[in-house]
């Protein structure tokens, strides 16, 4: 019996100390402590960066500094040139081993590039690319393009990719591969290292479906302001300011009439037409002739629905919306009720309440219908409250909207009101506007046949103007732009904000950008050469350079009573 009962607890002796000694082996982040938020480090690469006359079968390695995710490794190895064939990859512990399937030519600089999309099996990512090159040959290609990635949202992991223009027969990130490629940084900033001498066209684009190809219905997209050619190992710099584009075919999905003088047609995607090429692009008609559109737009809480104002048209008549130069239509049957809503304001800006209001104020005011043009200065009031009127000027965009702006700077540090009479504001079938119950802020009683009703006579909307004494401002010189106007602006660097300002110096002048918060800010600045104020971001298909566009290298601070001077943008 006591023999039985001393093997018992030797088996379970055994057994504990089999667990415990499991237990302290195993894989995997030990439980407590703070978590692992370190990213992985490339700690030697075999042959070494800068290695000449490697054997045109080398293998390469590359160690890391902790376990990595396999998966994400696949996604963020680049091989410059590219080539033919995916190479082997196989791993050993941290380090891996990268096989060529074929022999590197003579004379050849290889660049390798892990890219920030690889992370560790924390999820930690790199937070900047890492390249090492080597060469077949006596010397290394050293030609670089750098610069940064600027947008409003995330442009982590979007990918650069450099052509060459003289040997590619295809440049694009659609169905061509780049000779170079490499992954944006954290920081929006990229470099395309150890580049032969030759003249490249430079793109940038989101990789959502990590295949490095570009997909025009998900992707943003950057275009080059020129190709960029490198002479004796040279440097360049090229900025990019992405868009997102859509080359899908419009589709018509469903139209409808709400009176008999509107109709309304419901489309898969904003094709970014504006009023007029509305009236280009679209017409409407029954089975004998037109019908006549007056004005169209976009609904203002709707992108993808399109409004027509119609002439007037004939109950249950059945009309066809048609895409002028295509056989797609939409069909809807002509409505007899006529026109009887008001006007009503659907958006504005400066908005309700609005604080840190700008001194030199742009605002707008948006429509749900077509409203007809009058004397806008007579109905339009600006004035800061219990104190003096402001001059305004006035002036309608499209067929539903108002912009208008200070004609001088407002005093700092006050409150305004913005008014506007709507019994003086008509759309285009007579009848007089009326304040959304959301926006209703004055109103007067009115007493017929004693019953009292409340009648919305003025619309009213207060903001206050920034205090300067709480900001500060950002100038500099502009180089190199010649005759052609320059549209200088700045961003919050750790934010999603839009500008924040904007200043227009024409020719080789000086800018200034004032009373802006306190914080880090992104400068960057773009020639109008259509003199319209807005960035031309060029064209996929066809191919078409941006309007030329650049970016201060460095963020810039910002100081409360402080003008952070000398801030120069270089166009040369």
Known sequence: MFQTLERVIVVLIFAFGLVYWCGCASMGRPGGG????????????????????IDPDTKFEITFSESVDPGTFAEALFISPLPEEKPDISWRGKTVRIKLQNQIPENQTVVITIGSGLSDLRKNNLTESFSFAVSTGSRLDKGMIEGRVFDSKSVKSMLVGAWSVKADS??????GDPRYLTQVGEDGKYKLEYLPDDTYRVLCWDDKDRDHKFDPGVDRIGFPWKDITLLSDSLEYMSFQPTRIDTGKIKFLFASASDQH????????????????????????????SL??????????DSTRIIFRTEKQLADQEYRVILTGDTMHSVFRGEARPDTFPPAITFFNPEKDGRDVSVKIDGLLTFDDEIVKC???????????DSISVPIS???????????????EVPVGVKCELKLHLTEVFDASGNPGAVSADLIQDSTIVSTDSIQTKIETDWVNYFSIIDPVKTGSISGNIFGSGLIPVVVGARPERSNSKDKGFNRAENTGNYSIEHLKPGGYLIWAFEDRNKNGVYNPGALLPFKFSERFVLYEDTVTVRERWESGGINLNFD
């Open 292 to 301: 006549q559109i007056t004005s169209a737009w976009y609904d203002p809480q």
């Open 262 to 289: 509107h109709a309304s047609l419901r489309i898969n995607r904003n094709p970014q037409w504006n009023g007029d090429l509305i009236l280009e692009k679209v017409h409407i008609e029954d089975s004998t002739q």
């Open 170 to 175: 295809i440049i694009d990130p659609i169905f």
């Open 375 to 385: 004397d806008w200065k007579s109905i339009l009031k600006l004035s800061i409250v």
């Open 394 to 408: 006035v002036q309608t965009i499209g067929a539903n909207v108002l912009e208008w702006h200070t004609d001088s």
């Open 34 to 53: 703070p978590a692992d938020e370190e990213p992985p480090q490339v700690l030697k690469s075999v042959p070494v960066n800068g290695a000449l006359l």
